[in-house]
């Protein structure tokens, strides 16, 4: 109901989307504004963007702290927010507000395309943690995407080949370099580390009952005269 005292209500609609920030790095919302009105008597004659500063300053800063990739929340969050302010003000009383938020082209490619990265961020770290960390399912994925039959016989018998040589790696070969890694990561100095990998080698050599290389000296044993027992003290 309009008393006789009260001007009549206006309605401003945004011609062009105005941009609003959001919470995501190099993308931000459009918004188109409804808002309904009504001045009050003998206002500035500027007021009607008095009335969409005030509406959009409240929208910008809901809207900074909203991530584009849900527009849907972002838009029910903007509106509530701009929902809340105040009624009567000083020239002019707020009847309803309402924006409606979408994304420029620019940034709904950008947002696909951090999308597409993160899916394939996850795929990898699945495949890591599934099956690249378990190398023996590597020549399994391999079978797996080829039909019955596609593979060649030469092909398969490398595969085989893999697989026996990865299955004897993991028993023996991985949990002695595991250790090696262990035993170098104890040395700073790179000449000792190189030291300590030559004394483990000599020491695998003696007890296959191998002699060192000629010309090496084991590095835990000074040399000497030609008296063992001068060696020590």
Same mark, same amino acid.
């Given at each position: 109901?309009?008393?006789?005292?009260?001007?009549?209500?206006?309605?401003?609609?945004?011609?062009?989307?105005? $941009?609003?920030?959001?919470?995501?790095?190099?993308?931000?919302?459009?918004?188109? %504004?409804?808002?309904?009105?009504?001045? @009050?008597?003998?206002?500035?004659?500027?007021?009607?963007?008095?009335?969409?500063?005030?509406? @959009?300053?409240?929208?910008?800063?809901?809207?900074?702290?909203?991530?584009?990739?849900?527009?849907? !929340?972002?838009?029910?969050?903007?509106?509530?927010?701009?929902?809340?302010?105040?009624?009567?003000?000083?020239?002019? %009383?707020?009847?309803?507000? %309402?924006?409606?938020?979408?994304?420029?082209? !620019?940034?709904?490619?950008?947002? !696909?395309?951090?999308?597409?990265?993160?899916?394939?961020?996850?795929?990898?770290?699945?495949?890591?943690?599934?099956?690249?960390?378990?190398?023996? *399912?590597?020549?399994?994925?391999?079978?797996? @995407?080829?039909?019955?039959?596609?593979?060649?016989?030469?092909?398969?018998?490398?595969?085989?080949?893999?697989?026996?040589?990865? %299955?004897?790696?993991?028993?023996?070969?991985?949990?002695?370099?595991?250790?090696?890694?262990?035993?170098?990561?104890?040395?700073?100095?790179?000449?000792?580390?190189?030291?300590?990998? *030559?004394? $483990?080698?000599?020491?695998?050599?003696?007890?296959?009952?191998?002699?060192?290389?000629?010309?090496?000296?084991?590095?835990?044993?000074?040399?000497?005269?030609?008296?063992?027992?001068?060696?020590?003290?």
């Amino acid at each position: 109901m309009r008393w006789p005292w009260h001007r009549a209500v206006r309605t401003s609609t945004s011609v062009q989307p105005r $941009l609003l920030p959001s919470a995501t790095d190099g993308i931000a919302f459009e918004a188109v %504004y409804t808002i309904t009105w009504r001045p @009050h008597w003998r206002v500035p004659a500027n007021i009607e963007e008095t009335v969409r500063t005030s509406v @959009h300053a409240t929208a910008c800063e809901t809207a900074a702290r909203l991530e584009a990739a849900d527009l849907p !929340a972002a838009q029910d969050a903007v509106n509530a927010s701009i929902g809340s302010l105040a009624r009567r003000v000083r020239d002019y %009383y707020l009847l309803t507000a %309402y924006a409606s938020l979408g994304l420029p082209t !620019a940034g709904q490619e950008l947002l !696909a395309q951090r999308a597409a990265d993160e899916q394939r961020i996850r795929r990898l770290r699945f495949l890591k943690e599934n099956l690249y960390d378990h190398p023996d *399912l590597v020549v399994l994925d391999q079978l797996e @995407h080829h039909d019955p039959g596609a593979l060649g016989d030469e092909y398969l018998a490398e595969l085989q080949r893999l697989a026996r040589l990865i %299955y004897s790696c993991d028993r023996w070969w991985f949990p002695l370099l595991q250790q090696w890694e262990q035993i170098g990561q104890g040395f700073k100095d790179v000449e000792k580390r190189q030291q300590a990998m *030559l004394v $483990l080698s000599d020491s695998l050599k003696a007890l296959s009952g191998d002699s060192p290389p000629s010309g090496h000296t084991p590095l835990d044993v000074p040399e000497t005269d030609g008296d063992p027992l001068k060696a020590h003290p």
